[in-house]
């Protein structure tokens, strides 16, 4: 099983990214997707996740408006587009597979990515 993160990067405050992660060695069809988010010194959180069929997607409050997660399972890819970025989101992000659902709970989750580090710079 692999999750292969990667898009992360160096950004200015209201600028984008886009985050990849690239997935295999398991059912990709029949896991949620979601992103979570480390910052230095805190606990990892939830950031957002997708359904198996890509039809019903969740967001942290903190998130919900700019940022936007999508998948393809064809090509075992999870999206997770990040607009008008803040200093807060700084982070490292990683994505994530939870078998048949796709919960907020970090503890739910089967398979984690190695994480893509994003920073948001004034």
């Known amino acids: 099983v692999q999750l292969q993160a990667s898009g992360g990067g160096q950004v200015q405050t209201g600028g984008s990214l886009r985050l990849s992660c690239a997935a295999s060695?398991?059912?990709?069809?029949?896991?949620?997707m979601g992103w979570f988010r480390q910052a230095s010194g805190k606990e990892r959180e939830f950031v957002a996740t997708?359904?198996?069929?890509?039809?019903?997607?969740y967001y942290a409050d903190s998130v919900n408006g700019r940022f936007t997660i999508s998948r393809d399972n064809a090509k075992r890819m999870v999206w997770l587009q990040m607009h008008a970025l803040k200093a807060e989101d700084t982070a490292v992000y990683y994505c994530?597979?939870?078998?048949?659902?796709?919960?907020?709970?970090?503890?739910?989750?089967?398979?984690w990515g190695q994480g893509t580090l994003v920073t948001v710079s004034s």
């Open positions: 060695g398991f059912d990709f069809g029949d896991y949620g």
């Open positions: 994530a597979a939870e078998n048949g659902l796709a919960t907020r709970h970090k503890y739910n989750y089967d398979y």
């Open positions: 997708v359904t198996w069929s890509g039809g019903s997607t």
